[in-house]
């Protein structure tokens, strides 16, 4: 099993870049005294803002960058607690995150076959098209990249990107394909 989540969960070196990334970020959100999270808006709407930040060396947050973190969070703690018991550790030993995600490890069976769904085809759609600078928000602005996503793909995009999205659900759904679009406008 640890061999899985090895694979599943990026490398420290990833992990290492990312926080550095994270770090530095946060050095300049506490400069301009704003929240992180707006300053990663501002990037995705395109705020003049944006520009200035970037001068700083604040890092616009890439799909590389996001799937790090999501398949940190997803599979994170497995892999340390699974390394550890190959290691020879005792379950004992194993912090209460780790001895949980062991746990509940077959349940990410579930969670492999979900990223099959609407976020990673819009991630590896976007990272074609758009290249790897590109984040998530931009592949789903991109009205080929939406023509290519389902009513359910959509439907997902639009209910797990809304914090950055949010007022733009009826863009998104007209580059959707399929006769049911109507019934997505409930999300609004």
Known sequence: MSNLYN???PSDDQLARLRAITSRESKI???TGMDLRELYAMFGYGDPRGDILEDMGFTRPTLGMNLIQGREFLFGAQKKGFNKLKEGADFLDLT???QFGIVLSPLDL???GGLTFGLKKLAQAGLKKLGPKATLADAAKDKQIMKLMSDSE???IIEKLKPVIDGEQEFL???AKGPN??????LQ
């Open 96 to 98: 209460g995150e780790e």
């Open 173 to 175: 759904l007209r580059g």
């Open 29 to 31: 959100a506490d400069q």
């Open 7 to 9: 694979f599943l969960a």
């Open 110 to 112: 579930l969670d492999i």
């Open 181 to 186: 679009r109507k019934n997505l406008l409930h």
């Open 154 to 156: 959509a439907k997902d």
